[in-house]
């Protein structure tokens, strides 16, 4: 698959999610209280909370829900009744459902995802609470970051055109409900039948579209390096228990210890090779 393809992907879903994380490749599978690291112009797996004895409790989730983008109206799609012959198809049967899509535009995408549930920490100030003891002891690299929030989907379809003029043939199966097909009959259930110009075109079911991380904050590991020292792998900050004023500092204000961290950020640390 093109970079192009992967970047057109990952803005199309910010657009939708801004702030959030587009998890790749689409069929990887993200869980809250996953630890991960930067890894290129994104992150990978480095355990669990649960891994280095931090409780990882869920909040309440939210109701499902649906989304479709297709770039600013540059993506045109057609649908056909099971046992009617329909103009413009030429892979799906005249028995069979289907849809065809068109793209006008180079890069465009068609996004459609189904049964869309968001889950997260239930307390971030508990997270900021352990997070500030381990690193206090040296357990705890800040580079870290941990999966705070995730949005998982029951199907998904993507298709991303590699150049202007794509197109594609899906055939649509299993049973389609009543009244007229729409774009989310499209998710998890189209098979691929005829493509063109395309430079990504897939489906599945159980996935994580996106997630958002957060990590110790930048500014208050400043302050804390400016009056305690550098922390030291297996050393910590200093001997001694955690000065109250910091935990009740992770307690009462977890913002100021921890900070959600958007991908587009990231990728500018990155490319300038700025650590923490």
Same mark, same amino acid.
């Given at each position: 698959?093109?970079k192009? +393809?992967y970047?057109a992907? !990952?803005k199309?879903l910010s657009?939708?999610? !801004?702030?959030w994380?587009?998890?790749?490749?689409?069929?990887?599978?993200?869980e809250?209280?996953?630890?991960?690291?930067l890894?290129?112009?994104g992150? @990978? *797996?480095?355990?669990?909370?649960?891994d280095?004895?931090?409780e990882?409790?869920?909040?309440? =989730?939210?109701?499902p829900?649906d989304?479709?983008?297709d770039a600013?109206?540059?993506v045109?799609?057609?649908f056909k009744?099971?046992?009617?012959a329909?103009q413009?198809?030429s892979?799906?049967a005249a028995?069979?459902?289907g849809?065809?899509?068109e793209? !006008?535009?180079?890069?465009?995408? &068609?996004?459609?995802?189904?049964?869309l549930?968001?889950a997260g920490?239930?307390?971030l100030?508990?997270l900021a609470?352990?997070?500030?003891r381990?690193?206090?002891?040296? /357990?705890? /690299?800040?580079d870290?970051?941990?999966?705070?929030?995730?949005?998982?989907?029951?199907a =998904?379809?993507? &298709?991303?055109?590699?150049?202007?003029?794509?197109?594609?043939?899906?055939? &649509?199966?299993?049973?389609?409900? *009543?009244?007229?097909?729409q774009l989310?009959d499209?998710?998890g259930?189209?098979?691929?039948?005829?493509s063109?110009?395309?430079g990504?075109?897939?489906? =599945?079911?159980? &996935?994580?579209?996106c997630? !958002?991380?957060?990590?110790?904050r930048?500014?208050?590991?400043?302050r @804390?390096?400016e009056e305690?020292?550098?922390?030291?792998?297996?050393?910590?900050?200093?001997?001694?228990p955690? *000065?109250?004023?910091?935990l009740?500092e992770?307690r009462?204000?977890?913002?100021?210890?921890?900070?959600?961290?958007?991908?587009?950020?990231?990728?500018e640390?990155?490319? +300038?090779g700025?650590?923490l």
């Open positions: 698959m093109a192009g +393809s970047e992907y !990952r199309a657009d939708v999610y !801004r702030g994380w587009s998890a790749w490749p689409l069929t990887e599978r993200v809250v209280g996953e630890v991960r690291k890894h290129r112009t992150s @990978v *797996p480095a355990g669990s909370l649960a280095r004895g931090i990882a409790k869920p909040g309440p =989730g939210g109701a829900g989304i479709t983008y600013g109206g540059t045109a799609v057609r009744a099971a046992g009617v329909a413009g198809f892979s799906v028995a069979e459902a849809a065809l899509v793209f !006008r535009d180079e890069r465009s995408a &068609l996004i459609i995802y189904t049964g549930e968001q920490l239930a307390d100030a508990e609470d352990s997070l500030v381990r690193l206090w002891r040296g /357990d705890w /690299d800040p870290l970051l941990v999966v705070s929030d995730v949005i998982a989907a029951r =998904g379809t993507v &298709l991303i055109a590699d150049r202007a003029g794509a197109s594609a043939e899906l055939r &649509l199966e299993g049973a389609v409900g *009543p009244g007229p097909l989310v499209l998710a259930r189209g098979a691929f039948s005829a063109s110009r395309l990504l075109n897939w489906t =599945g079911t159980n &996935l994580t579209p997630y !958002r991380v957060v990590r110790v930048r500014t208050w590991l400043n @804390v390096r305690y020292g550098t922390p030291q792998p297996g050393r910590g900050l200093a001997t001694g955690v *000065p109250p004023l910091l009740d992770a009462d204000e977890a913002g100021a210890v921890i900070e959600h961290v958007e991908q587009a950020g990231d990728l640390h990155l490319e +300038s700025e650590r």
